[in-house]
């Protein structure tokens, strides 16, 4: 029988990719928490699925799902386990950035990639810094790179280095590029650095790289902060690829957090129809509970249209083949940015009705709580950066570079 909550927010899951392997990734999700791991298991089987193909295009063996199809796989895998939901949709996003970036002559790469379900992170947050000093046809990169979510899970990982002299000292003018790197390669170690309050099984360590070789033929140059515009104009394999990575980013994070609040809300209003409040007050009476809940679900259902509409225009664009521009690019971020600012509303309300109780017993709130926190904070949907940038574009003057 399907609860209020369900009539009101419906989230089927019949049609989903994913949907064999939900509850198996819902079974093991406390456990990933407490051991900061997510399941051997539910990785092997994500591997052997068709979810690893969801965002690739048909020329290099992928699904080519569109932005909404992924969107609501990553939706169902937050709602059971926020961290393996993270992993996910890290590999989802940055996949699409390497296919955009390494472009058609490097298609035959990117297939096997996807022929083997193989997984791909890209550490390249606060604090990395690679330099690539050419050697012959290789280049030996030495460096860190950081926020490399899922790379404990994953095969690949994606390397944006500085040129480097013999002495390693950094090429002027900078000369950045991009490459693919085989998380077994000699001299790659993953250090679990992500000592995170939430999403603690996401594995989102660093990378240290020690003389790592790499074919000079399988790096190309990196777009940096002109990445978006760039993609607009360079050969690509598929025109979905035209989209900016940060952008689509966006979207899949939206969705997670649309699932994560909505799992909540409906753990809540189940509970609250049988729960006590001081003095033996019925929960379900009090008129602030029904005022919290109600406003929380009309947040959830208004941070999900948008996402959704935003998905729409997305896959739109991609299926007319046309290109993104600077607007199209911001207001996509800017939607995700503020519906996420409605979720993070409604996960304080859901908090309100928790109350001390919620505070006292270790159900599944506190985790899923800890875990949303880090969705509006992550860089690309964080309200301070977009709203920033929208401003600037709204008056006319030069955007920052990110």
């Not at 994500?46 to 609501?72: C, F, H, Q, T, Y």
């Not at 996910?88 to 296919?99: E, K, M, R, T, Y």
């Not at 790499?214 to 993609?231: I, K, M, Q, T």
């Not at 999900?304 to 521009?325: G, K, S």
Request: glycine share 8%.
């Amino acid at each position: 029988m399907s609860s209020p909550v369900d009539e009101f927010l419906p989230a089927p899951i019949d049609d989903l990719v994913v949907a064999p392997l939900l509850d198996v990734i819902e079974k093991q999700a406390e456990e990933a928490d407490r051991t900061r791991r997510i399941d051997p298991i539910v990785i092997d089987a994500l591997k052997n699925s068709d979810v690893m193909r969801l965002p690739a295009s048909r020329e290099i063996g992928g699904l080519e799902a569109s932005m909404l199809a992924i969107g609501r796989e990553l939706e169902a895998i937050a709602a059971r386990c926020p961290s393996t939901a993270w992993t996910q949709w890290n590999h989802q996003c940055v996949f699409h950035l390497f296919a955009g970036t390494l472009g058609p002559d490097h298609a035959d790469l990117l297939s096997g990639l996807i022929a083997a379900g193989e997984w791909v992170s890209f550490p390249a947050g606060a604090g990395s810094g690679v330099y690539g000093r050419i050697d012959g046809d290789e280049v030996s990169l030495t460096g860190r790179g950081s926020f490399a979510t899922g790379a404990a899970y994953g095969d690949w990982c994606g390397v944006v280095f500085a040129v480097a002299d013999e002495h390693g000292k950094r090429l002027e003018p900078l000369d950045l590029r991009f490459s693919m790197v085989r998380n077994d390669s000699h001299g790659v170690r993953i250090d679990p650095t992500w000592d995170g309050s939430g999403l603690r099984a996401s594995a989102t360590d660093d990378i240290h790289y020690d003389d790592v070789r790499v074919p000079l033929d399988r790096c190309v140059p990196w777009f940096g902060a002109n990445r978006a515009e760039s993609l607009r104009v360079v050969p690509v394999i598929n025109h979905r690829y035209r989209e900016d990575w940060v952008g689509i980013s966006d979207l899949m994070l939206g969705w997670m957090a649309v699932g994560v609040t909505r799992r909540a809300l409906a753990e809540i209003a189940d509970e609250s129809r049988t729960r006590k409040a001081i003095m033996g007050t019925k929960m379900v009476e009090r008129p602030t509970v029904q005022v919290n809940l109600g406003e929380a679900m009309s947040l959830i259902a208004s941070a999900r249209a948008a996402v959704t509409e935003a998905c729409h225009e997305v896959d739109r664009r991609i299926e007319q083949r046309t290109v993104p521009d600077t607007a199209d690019y911001f207001r996509q971020q800017a939607i995700v940015s503020m519906a996420v600012d409605q979720l993070s509303h409604a996960m304080d309300l859901l908090a309100r009705v928790e109350g001390g109780n919620g505070l006292r017993e270790s159900g599944t709130f506190a985790r899923r709580q800890r875990d949303f926190r880090a969705m509006p904070l992550h860089i690309n949907v964080h309200r301070d950066r977009v709203t920033h940038q929208v401003g600037r574009l709204a008056l006319g003057i030069d955007l920052d570079a990110f």
